[in-house]
C-alpha cells in the first residue's frame, strides 16, 4: 500500500514527529507519573509541558495541505464540482474517517478514568461522563456548547472537522477554480491579522485557518515548476502577520508551510533504514494520539496504585505508555483500514 510520502515527501516525516511530540506534551502535562518525574530535570519538563503544545500546527498545516490535494488542487484548472451531492458525500466520508477510531478513543477514555478513580485520587483525571458530554464528542461540539473534554487534544478533531467541511463547502459554492482560491485566501490573510489574535474564536474553524489556509497555499505552490516566488510570498504574509503580534505558534506554521511549498523535501534528513518506520508512524499518528491519553491514565493510575511518588516505576511507566500507545494506534489503524483485495481475486 502507498503512503502520503511516496508522492508528497516529507509528510509523512512531519506528521510522525509532530504526532511523537504532542504525545510526550501531554504525558508531561497530566497524571501522577508526571508529577513524579517532573523533579528529575524540572526545566526541561516544564518545556515539554508548555512550548511543545505548538507541534499541533504541524497537524494544521499539513491538514490544509492535504485537504487542498483533493478539494482544490489547481484553481487555475478547474474540475468539475459535483454539486450537492459530492459535498455532503465528501463530509460524510470526512465523517467517518476522524469519527470511528475517535468514537471509541473515547469510550476507552471513559473507562480509563472510571479505572483511575477507583484506585487513585488525582486531580487530572476527568469525572464521569454526562449523556450532554458524551453526545457533545458524538458530534464533534464538545467545546462550542462547552462540555468538559473526555480525553487530552480532542478539540483538534473538532477543528479539524470544521476545517475541511468550510474548505468543501466553498468549493461546493464557489467550484473549484480561483474563486473558491481567492475566497480561501482572504480567509487566511484574515485569519493571520486579526482572527487568530481573538483567544474567544478558538472554537472555530476561522480561528485556524492562519495554519490550515497556509497549508491549502503551500499545495498550490509545491505543485508549480517554480516554487520559490509562492514561497516568497508565504514568507513575506507570515513575517507581516507576525509583525502585528508575534505568536511561536504563526512561527511554526509558517516555517511548516514554507517547507512543504518547496517540496518538503525531507527524506535526505532519514537514513533508508528508517523510512519505513517513519511511513509507519505517520500512517498511525491520528489513531496514536486519540489513544495516548486513555493509556497514559490507565497506566499512570496503575503505577501510582502499586508504587506511590516512586521514581523508577513512573519512569517505567512512562516508556511502557509510549510503546503500548504507538502498538494500540496500530492496531487500531490497520483494523479500521480497507483491506486491498490483491489482483485477480474476487
Same mark, same amino acid.
Given at each position: 500500500?502507498?503512503?502520503?510520502? +511516496?508522492?508528497?515527501?516529507?509528510?509523512?516525516?512531519?506528521?510522525?514527529?509532530?504526532?511523537?511530540?504532542?504525545?510526550?506534551?501531554?504525558?508531561?502535562?497530566?497524571?501522577?507519573?508526571?508529577?513524579?518525574? /517532573?523533579?528529575?530535570?524540572?526545566?526541561?519538563?516544564?518545556?515539554?509541558?508548555?512550548?511543545?503544545?505548538?507541534?499541533?500546527?504541524?497537524?494544521?498545516?499539513?491538514?490544509?495541505?492535504?485537504?487542498?490535494?483533493?478539494?482544490?488542487?489547481?484553481?487555475?484548472?478547474?474540475?468539475?464540482?459535483?454539486?450537492?451531492?459530492?459535498?455532503?458525500?465528501?463530509?460524510?466520508?470526512?465523517?467517518?474517517?476522524?469519527?470511528?477510531?475517535?468514537?471509541?478513543?473515547?469510550?476507552?477514555?471513559?473507562?480509563?478514568?472510571?479505572?483511575?478513580?477507583?484506585?487513585?485520587?488525582?486531580? +487530572?483525571?476527568?469525572?464521569?461522563?454526562?449523556?450532554?458530554?458524551?453526545?457533545?464528542?458524538?458530534?464533534?461540539?464538545?467545546?462550542?456548547? %462547552?462540555?468538559?473534554?473526555? !480525553? /487530552?487534544?480532542?478539540?483538534?478533531?473538532?477543528?479539524?472537522?470544521?476545517?475541511?467541511?468550510?474548505?468543501?463547502?466553498?468549493?461546493?459554492?464557489?467550484?473549484?477554480?480561483?474563486?473558491?482560491?481567492?475566497?480561501?485566501?482572504?480567509?487566511?490573510?484574515?485569519?493571520?491579522?486579526?482572527?487568530?489574535?481573538? +483567544?474567544?474564536?478558538?472554537?472555530?474553524?476561522?480561528?485556524?485557518?492562519?495554519?490550515? %489556509?497556509?497549508?491549502?497555499?503551500?499545495?498550490?505552490? !509545491?505543485?508549480?515548476?517554480?516554487?520559490?516566488?509562492?514561497?516568497?510570498?508565504?514568507?513575506?504574509?507570515?513575517?507581516?502577520?507576525?509583525?502585528?503580534?508575534?505568536?511561536?505558534?504563526?512561527?511554526?506554521? %509558517?516555517?511548516?508551510?514554507?517547507?512543504?511549498?518547496?517540496?518538503?523535501?525531507?527524506?535526505?534528513?532519514?537514513?533508508?533504514?528508517?523510512? %519505513?518506520?517513519?511511513?509507519?508512524?505517520?500512517?498511525?499518528?491520528?489513531?496514536?494520539?486519540?489513544?495516548?491519553?486513555?493509556?497514559?491514565?490507565?497506566?499512570?493510575?496503575?503505577?501510582?496504585?502499586?508504587?506511590?511518588?516512586?521514581?523508577?516505576?513512573?519512569?517505567?511507566?512512562?516508556?511502557? !505508555?509510549?510503546?503500548?500507545?504507538?502498538?494500540?494506534?496500530?492496531?487500531?489503524?490497520?483494523?479500521?483500514?480497507?483491506?486491498?483485495?490483491?489482483?485477480?481475486?474476487?
Amino acid at each position: 500500500m502507498r503512503t502520503v510520502s +511516496d508522492s508528497l515527501p516529507g509528510i509523512d516525516l512531519a506528521k510522525a514527529l509532530a504526532s511523537q511530540v504532542i504525545l510526550w506534551h501531554h504525558f508531561a502535562l497530566y497524571g501522577p507519573m508526571s508529577a513524579t518525574v /517532573a523533579p528529575l530535570a524540572a526545566d526541561f519538563w516544564d518545556w515539554v509541558a508548555g512550548p511543545l503544545r505548538w507541534a499541533v500546527q504541524v497537524f494544521l498545516v499539513t491538514g490544509g495541505y492535504l485537504a487542498a490535494r483533493s478539494l482544490l488542487p489547481a484553481p487555475w484548472a478547474p474540475r468539475p464540482g459535483g454539486g450537492a451531492g459530492r459535498w455532503l458525500q465528501r463530509l460524510h466520508q470526512r465523517t467517518l474517517r476522524l469519527g470511528q477510531p475517535f468514537w471509541l478513543a473515547m469510550l476507552l477514555a471513559i473507562a480509563a478514568a472510571a479505572l483511575a478513580r477507583e484506585l487513585i485520587s488525582d486531580g +487530572d483525571t476527568p469525572a464521569a461522563p454526562t449523556v450532554a458530554q458524551m453526545l457533545a464528542h458524538a458530534v464533534f461540539l464538545q467545546d462550542i456548547v %462547552g462540555q468538559p473534554a473526555l !480525553s /487530552a487534544g480532542v478539540w483538534y478533531v473538532a477543528i479539524d472537522w470544521q476545517l475541511y467541511a468550510l474548505l468543501a463547502t466553498l468549493v461546493a459554492l464557489l467550484g473549484s477554480g480561483w474563486l473558491a482560491a481567492a475566497a480561501v485566501s482572504i480567509l487566511t490573510v484574515l485569519s493571520i491579522f486579526w482572527i487568530n489574535r481573538i +483567544d474567544a474564536g478558538d472554537v472555530w474553524a476561522p480561528y485556524f485557518m492562519a495554519a490550515y %489556509g497556509l497549508g491549502v497555499m503551500a499545495w498550490w505552490v !509545491s505543485s508549480q515548476t517554480r516554487r520559490w516566488p509562492g514561497t516568497l510570498l508565504i514568507a513575506l504574509l507570515v513575517v507581516a502577520g507576525l509583525f502585528i503580534e508575534w505568536r511561536p505558534r504563526l512561527t511554526l506554521a %509558517g516555517l511548516t508551510a514554507g517547507w512543504l511549498a518547496l517540496g518538503g523535501a525531507a527524506w535526505p534528513l532519514v537514513g533508508m533504514r528508517l523510512r %519505513g518506520a517513519v511511513a509507519a508512524l505517520a500512517r498511525w499518528s491520528y489513531a496514536v494520539f486519540l489513544l495516548h491519553y486513555p493509556v497514559v491514565l490507565a497506566v499512570g493510575a496503575l503505577v501510582a496504585w502499586w508504587w506511590p511518588g516512586q521514581l523508577v516505576p513512573a519512569i517505567a511507566g512512562l516508556l511502557a !505508555s509510549w510503546a503500548l500507545s504507538i502498538a494500540l494506534g496500530a492496531g487500531l489503524t490497520e483494523w479500521l483500514t480497507p483491506r486491498e483485495t490483491p489482483k485477480g481475486k474476487p
